[in-house]
């Protein structure tokens, strides 16, 4: 009985830490906006999320979709510089700091 025990908290143990490093995370969304597109955009992170509301980002949360606003938005920004590996990251960045969240990046 305490085997069982013994391996289901390690199953739940292990399961927990897989499914935090797999969600985006905020802060790395930042991180990227300053150093890939701050320059290119020409403000910084804070004015980028806070283009939109966060239903308005939730429309947009579609990879496509939110790589074509990112452009419209940043005009200089090439679709081939947007890696689909960050677009979660930038994307839970903006959310999270949309113009009617009340949260204020530091960047």
């Not at 004015?47 to 979709?65: C, I, L, R, Y």
């Not at 990112?70 to 949309?98: G, L, M, N, R, T």
Request: aromatic share 12%; net charge positive.
């Amino acid at each position: 009985m305490t085997r069982l025990l013994k391996l289901m908290l390690a199953g739940a143990l292990v399961l927990g830490i897989a499914s935090s490093t797999a969600s985006a995370d905020v802060v790395k969304g930042q991180k990227i906006f300053i150093k890939k597109f701050k320059a290119d955009c020409g403000f910084n992170g804070a004015k980028f999320a806070s283009k939109h509301t966060q239903a308005e980002w939730e429309a947009v949360k579609d990879p496509a979709k939110f790589k074509e606003e990112f452009i419209k938005i940043c005009p200089k920004v090439k679709e081939s510089q947007i890696k689909d590996k960050w677009i979660p990251h930038i994307y839970d960045f903006s959310y999270e700091f949309a113009n009617d969240s009340g949260n204020v990046p530091s960047c």
